[in-house]
T-cell receptor, first 110, second 114 residues
């Protein structure tokens, strides 16, 4: 079945450093969604990308969808403590179900 | 505010003792999902309802059942909880449209099995 690979599993950064997480699929994706889950919280929808090569920004967050619609990335500029959590990508399959990446946990070093 | 509500937030049960988790929504979405999430893992879809149509994931154990008596409510029944069923259970909703299926999650119920 369709799979979405997400790396890295963890990323430790100093506050103020940048953070990036990547998702890849061997098949073309119809769209990709990004969710954030704070520690102890539930996933919260961030954004959906649909078009080839699409780039969307939300303040310090930049989301990209690859030209071939097989990969996506989330980049956070100048991380803050409020960014801590796990970021998941999720691709929608032909049955409208989400295929989730494993998530990348953003950890701010003390 | 429109939202997804889950009760209880924390549930403790004994090994083998049936438990029911509830989810309600004020979003009037036609799709409701139940996910199981274990520590440091992605949510795992158990089943979903598209209106009244029930869709079970192939690898969801028979121990898990669900009911959706109306648009607003959905229940997850665990008939004989085992230690391996301890997890966060997340309810989500969506208003399914072609090419877009944003899911809105409730706060979850954390299940402990003693």
């Amino acid at each position: 079945g369709q799979q979405v690979m997400q790396i890295p599993q963890y990323q430790h950064v100093q506050e103020g450093e940048d953070f990036t997480t990547y998702c890849n699929s061997s098949t073309t994706l119809s769209n990709i969604q990004w969710y954030k889950q704070r520690p102890g919280g539930h996933p919260v929808f961030l954004i959906q990308l649909v078009k080839s090569g699409e780039v969307k920004k939300q303040k310090r967050l930049t989301f990209q969808f690859g030209e071939a619609k097989k990969n996506s990335s989330l980049h956070i500029t100048a991380t803050q403590t409020t960014d801590v959590g796990t970021y998941f990508c999720a691709a929608m399959d032909s049955n409208y179900q989400l295929i989730w990446g494993a998530g990348t946990k953003l950890i701010i070093k003390p | 505010d429109a939202m997804v509500i889950q009760n209880p937030r924390y549930q403790v049960t004994q090994f083998g003792k049936p438990v029911t988790l509830s989810c309600s929504q004020t979003l009037n979405h036609n799709v409701m999902y139940w996910y199981q999430q274990k520590s440091s893992q992605a949510p795992k879809l158990l089943f979903h309802y598209y209106d009244k149509d029930f869709n079970n994931e192939a690898d969801t154990p028979d121990n898990f059942q669900s009911r959706r008596p109306n648009t607003s409510f959905c229940f997850l029944d665990i008939r004989s909880p085992g230690l391996g069923d301890a997890a966060m259970y997340l309810c989500a909703t969506s208003s399914r449209t072609l090419g877009a299926d944003t899911q809105y999650f409730g706060p979850g119920t954390r299940l402990t099995v003693l």
